[in-house]
């Protein structure tokens, strides 16, 4: 009975750990009524609700869904297309990549300003930690736009899909992916120095794990940050 007991309150000790770990709540919230969401986001600060559909109408809701509004001035009318990925940046902006073109949310004027357009189609793209460059890359480019300056560069390379992690400093990192095979490139914060730092399984998600100060793709470790490559 004693070791009935103490595995019970191992049990409950090794959950009530796991809860505190991995425990999240998570609500499910009413999405524009008839619409098929291609991206969509909720604001960090604010909790806004930013859905893009797959007419090319952007729907926000202030209210968790409750109500929604068509906020669509500025976005081409056309349908969107299936790559399209809405993000915030680190300081608060919200911005809509439609593949080939790159749009910032104005909410004073409830409108989407046009920054930038590619000749290809962008699989991902991630900003600085100031929030000033976009790093975006495409199946054949590499593109880095100046938000303050509005100056694009760009240089040549080859994937299939792309996946950015940045965080300034010099230490900022790129999955490309060719078939079932990739590798983890880096590259600093003007967009130069880019090179090939690990082998990364494609499938994979970047992610920056704070308190160790670690790189990691999932099961595999890339790179600790404050180590020079």
Not at 5 to 13: D, E, G, N, T
Not at 37 to 47: E, F, N, Q, S, Y
Not at 93 to 101: A, D, G, I, N, P
Not at 211 to 219: F, L, M, R
């Amino acid at each position: 009975m004693r070791t009935y007991y103490s595995l019970l309150v191992c049990a409950l000790i090794i959950a009530s750990s796991v809860q505190s770990i991995f425990g999240q709540i998570w609500e499910r919230l009413p999405g524009p009524v008839g619409a098929t969401i291609v991206t969509a986001i909720i604001t960090r600060d604010k909790g806004e609700l930013f859905c893009y559909t797959s007419t090319g109408k952007l729907f926000y809701s202030a209210d968790k869904g409750k109500t929604w509004e068509n906020y669509s001035n500025g976005l081409i009318d056309k349908n969107a297309p299936y790559g399209s990925k809405l993000k915030e940046s680190p300081i608060g902006e919200v911005f809509l990549c439609t593949e080939k073109e790159f749009y910032k949310w104005q909410p004073k004027t409830k409108l989407w300003l046009k920054i930038d357009s590619s000749l290809d189609e962008i699989r991902d793209y991630n900003f600085s930690p100031d929030g000033q460059t976009i790093y975006s890359g495409s199946l054949n480019n590499f593109y880095l736009f100046n938000m303050a300056s509005g100056a694009q560069s760009s240089q040549s390379w080859w994937t299939h899909d792309v996946e950015f992690l940045c965080l300034g400093n010099n230490q900022n990192f790129v999955r490309k992916t060719l078939g079932a095979s990739g590798a983890i490139w880096k590259f600093d914060d003007d967009g130069s120095n880019l090179r090939k730092i690990s082998n990364s399984s494609s499938s994979r998600n970047l992610f920056f794990h704070e308190a160790s100060n670690t790189s990691v793709s999932y099961t595999h470790l890339t790179l600790p940050t404050n180590r020079e490559v």
